[in-house]
């Protein structure tokens, strides 16, 4: 009899053991996609504008804030402010700003942190270069933050309207 009690127990520890793992599974699906749906539900970023520019508005709009242009075009201005920070911003057939992005060059004041753009830090590329996007749809844009590898890193934030 005891012959067949220990593999009834070892069987029973099994059962137990999966039955214990299949919950541990649930518990955290469940709680990623809790937080998945907390994120498109606050839907907002910390960046909602660019020294006053925003989406949607009129290219006459922008330069009226920002001053003329370095490079002024239908699809595109092109503005340097100084030797580290310059901002391209986009607009469409109506002439009105589509995206905007803003370069930050090394020894630009205020170089904004990935986690003040997007909420988180990216993780490091093995070059030590991070990207991550993060989409907006509520809000009906989405938001990047770029930095490259090296020494002198050059940081892009960009944000521009879900077509």
């Known amino acids: 009899m005891s012959k067949l009690f220990i593999p009834q127990l070892a069987w ?14 649930f518990l ?13 539900e606050d839907d907002s970023s910390v960046i ?10 009129l290219a006459e709009e922008v330069r009226k804030k920002l001053g003329e242009p370095k490079d002024k075009g239908d699809e595109q201005d092109f503005y340097v402010f ?16 589509t995206a905007i992005s803003i ?20 993780e490091p590329k093995a070059d030590g270069s991070t990207y991550k996007m993060v989409r907006y749809p509520k809000a009906g844009y989405w938001l990047s933050y770029n930095r490259t590898p090296g020494d002198a890193p050059l940081v892009s934030v960009t944000f521009q309207k879900i077509q």
């Open 48 to 57: 909602h504008d660019y020294r006053g520019i925003q989406l949607g508005m």
């Open 103 to 122: 370069d930050f060059m090394s020894g630009a004041n205020q170089i904004p942190a990935a986690k003040d753009v997007i909420g988180s830090e990216p």
């Open 82 to 97: 100084n030797d580290t920070q310059a901002v391209q911003i986009f607009y469409d057939k109506a002439k009105t700003v």
């Open 28 to 40: 955290m699906a469940s709680s990623v996609s809790q937080a998945q749906r907390r994120a498109s």
């Open 12 to 25: 029973f520890r099994v059962f137990t053991m999966l039955l214990l793992g299949a919950g541990l599974s």
